[in-house]
């Protein structure tokens, strides 16, 4: 936002995470944030504070705290959402405009719009989801592919879509897709959305089930049908599954909304979804357990990979993390390194053994496992590598690799529904 030209200040109650983003240290890895963060700071349009009167001059509060999973439930935990709004309602000012950010159970808005609207009637709120994508946080935020406002119904709502035009303005004048809906709607839109792409990503999964019983292909199967526009290519890469932050924990807290509005059954799929994304781990603990001939007690296995995706550190329900779990669990040593990901891993795991680089954790490894598909494991050189490893075995969980070139090599290559 401040790179846009606003001016802006972000407000949080950790204060540590305040004083590092004050001083232009990001809190977490994100290609290109730093830079953005550091010239944000120089240009004197962006400051951090931990006082919530430090709100009261903005004419727009975005509210962008998380809604992670309950423990022991699969419903959303609202409580820094409720906290915030409750926080910031003192400073509302007339004309004002609340614009909701976090993925939220649907239903929320309304609820916080009635609060808004006791404490200053003269404010509004809209909900304005956000799909940006990690990895590419800064592009999709400047550049996103669409907008969504849920504003009230009636004339009220003209204000907050005049406020967001505003604020957008150089993405709508670039022809930016922007859709003005009710709250209930904005809010299943992001739900939804992702629900989409977890299915789409355990649809393919389940092809590369069924490729592996078959000898089939799963890699030239997404290609075929991902040849058809109505299909398209995008979120067909089969491998260890979804993780992260979002995709996981938001078809749950769907699903646990459903059930409240008596409404389960229409995502009862959901269930079949997440079932069989976490399917993915324990198949490829199997192949790599069948690789090193039956038993992983003992085995040195090298894990390349631990981020939930490629140019993140977040490790939050990652797959490669909970495979390298699983399989210490199972008795092997586990050796493991990602560029990225390994203070954040180290933290959740510290029982597994770290390394910082591929060739280190590959060296005396009985079994290989790609995870996380950075691009400078998928351009490792298989001749390069051959002499490292005890036994030269590479069970691909992301089929990342040219098999051929791997088997060429030298290698036993095993990838997830490859033939
Ligand atoms: C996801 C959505 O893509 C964003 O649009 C949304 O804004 C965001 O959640 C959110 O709700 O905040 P993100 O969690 O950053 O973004 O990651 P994705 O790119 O969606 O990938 C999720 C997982 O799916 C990763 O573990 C990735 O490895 C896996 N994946 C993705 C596959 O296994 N196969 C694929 O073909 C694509």
Not at 120 to 132: D, G, I
Not at 327 to 347: F, H, M, Q, W
């Amino acid at each position: 936002m401040a790179s846009l030209g606003h001016e802006v200040v972000g407000i949080d109650v950790d204060e540590h995470r305040i004083a590092e983003l004050a001083a232009g240290r990001p809190p977490f890895f994100e290609p290109g944030f730093e830079e953005i963060l550091q010239a944000s700071l120089a240009s004197g349009l962006l400051r951090f504070s931990t006082d919530f009167a430090d709100a009261a001059d903005a004419r727009v509060h975005f509210l962008a705290v998380g809604t992670p999973q309950i423990a022991g439930s699969n419903a959303a935990d609202l409580r820094y959402v409720n906290s915030a709004t409750e926080a910031l309602l003192p400073h509302l000012a007339p004309g004002s405009l609340v614009a909701g950010k976090s993925t939220v159970p649907v239903g929320t808005a309304a609820r916080l719009d009635a609060m808004v609207t006791v404490a200053q009637p003269e404010a509004q709120l809209a909900w304005n989801p956000e799909f940006l994508r990690e990895g590419f946080a800064v592009a999709d935020t400047l550049t996103p592919d669409r907008f969504v406002y849920g504003v009230r119904s009636g004339d009220d709502g003209i204000t907050a879509t005049a406020m967001l035009d505003e604020v957008y303005a150089g993405a709508i004048e670039a022809g930016t897709p922007r859709l003005v809906t009710d709250f209930a709607t904005a809010e299943l839109v992001k739900v939804s959305a992702n629900a989409f792409l977890a299915t789409k990503i355990s649809f393919i999964n389940a092809m590369s089930e069924i490729a592996e019983a078959t000898g089939a292909d799963v890699t030239a199967l997404a290609d075929a049908i991902g040849h058809d526009t109505r299909i398209g290519r995008r979120f067909l890469n089969a491998g260890v599954g979804f993780g992260g932050g979002c995709l996981p924990k938001d078809i749950r807290a769907f699903q646990a909304r459903a059930d409240e509005l008596g409404v389960g059954e229409s995502l009862a799929f959901l269930a079949d979804v997440d079932a069989t994304n976490l399917r993915q781990r324990e198949r490829v603990v199997r192949l790599t357990t069948t690789a090193v001939g039956g038993d992983l007690t003992g085995a040195r296995i090298a894990i390349l990979g631990l981020a939930f995706k490629p140019d993140s550190d977040d490790v939050r329900d990652s797959p490669a993390l909970d495979v390298a779990r699983r399989l210490r669990a199972a008795g092997a040593t586990v050796v493991a390194t990602d560029p990225e990901a390994i203070e954040n891993s180290r933290r959740l795991n510290p029982d597994l053994e770290y390394v910082a680089d591929a060739r280190t954790a590959i060296t005396g490894s009985d079994a290989v496992i790609l995870l996380t598909e950075w691009s400078e494991y998928r351009q490792l050189d298989p001749v390069d590598l051959v002499g490292l490893p005890a036994a030269a075995v590479l069970i691909d969980g992301r089929n990342a690799v040219e098999p051929a070139t791997w088997r060429d090599a030298g290698w036993s290559y095993v990838g997830m529904g490859r033939s």
